[in-house]
């Protein structure tokens, strides 16, 4: 696993969503450094720069934040994840509740979802990336394809130049095909995480329902939830001083800061 770390304090992880990278989160990474944190953004297996592996499943993905854990020699960390970064995050937290000292997840629910993915899968795997002359391109083609600009946007930001020209997925799109059942499952039965946790749902997004609360409160007893105000799934480029000021007021309260 990848990873970008800086500053003395307190450890907190920060874990992107699908299709992302270390990147997604820098924003908040920035705040949580002016208060003191040691702050760790990292990127997925078939993500960023981490290794591309033919399996992802939420246990395999949070064994390797466990494997980076002991690399760093960290006692306890924070975690704060957005999407699938939250379904990882809580993976760990249930399997490894001593290690984290409190758990924000940015707008995702424990459980099984639908699959809202497949025009975006299929459109990325049409796309001749080596033959693409410019990222525009292929904006292009995922917004006529039905993706918003916003998203294809987003999307084409894993495209990464070849020096022999064209273009390369940064992202390891064929075993991200292969494994998005599991990771559009529910998470593993594993123990409820007793520790603080915090739930942030975008307003007008659909992936945190009031039907999730069962399941929500079994898993993580301790879990308060908050609203974004006029934020979709993206609650963190939305309206990032709403989602930054949440998360660091939980973290200081959870860690008696």
Do not use: C
Not at 80 to 91: E, I, P, Q, W
Not at 122 to 150: F, Y
Request: proline share 6%; hydrophobic share 40%.
């Amino acid at each position: 696993m990848q990873y970008h770390e800086e500053g003395s304090g307190p450890a907190v992880v920060l874990i992107h969503g699908l299709f992302g990278d270390r990147d997604n989160l820098a924003g908040l990474g920035r705040v949580l450094l002016t208060e003191g944190y040691r702050v760790i953004r990292v990127d997925l297996r078939n993500h960023g720069q981490s290794a591309h592996q033919d399996t992802m499943t939420f246990a395999e993905m949070a064994e390797d934040l466990e494997q980076l854990r002991q690399r760093l020699a960290l006692p306890q960390m924070a975690l704060v994840g957005h999407s699938l970064g939250g379904k990882v995050a809580m993976t760990y937290a249930q399997a490894h509740p001593q290690r984290v000292t409190a758990l924000v997840v940015a707008d995702i629910a424990p459980v099984a979802y639908s699959r809202r993915h497949d025009t975006i899968l299929a459109t990325l795997a049409s796309i001749d990336a080596e033959g693409l002359p410019s990222r525009k391109v292929a904006q292009q083609q995922l917004m006529a394809a039905g993706i918003d600009g916003g998203t294809a946007l987003f999307l084409t930001k894993n495209l990464k130049p070849r020096p022999e020209g064209g273009f390369r997925w940064q992202i390891h799109l064929p075993a991200i095909v292969e494994n998005y059942p599991q990771l559009i499952g529910a998470l593993p039965d594993n123990a409820p995480y007793p520790g603080p946790t915090l739930f942030l749902k975008g307003e007008h997004s659909d992936y945190l329902l009031p039907a999730h609360q069962g399941e929500v409160v079994a898993r993580f007893p301790q879990a308060k939830a908050r609203v974004i105000a006029g934020a979709g799934h993206w609650l963190h480029a939305d309206k990032p001083q709403l989602f930054n000021r949440q998360v660091v007021q939980f973290l200081a309260g959870a860690t008696g800061r």
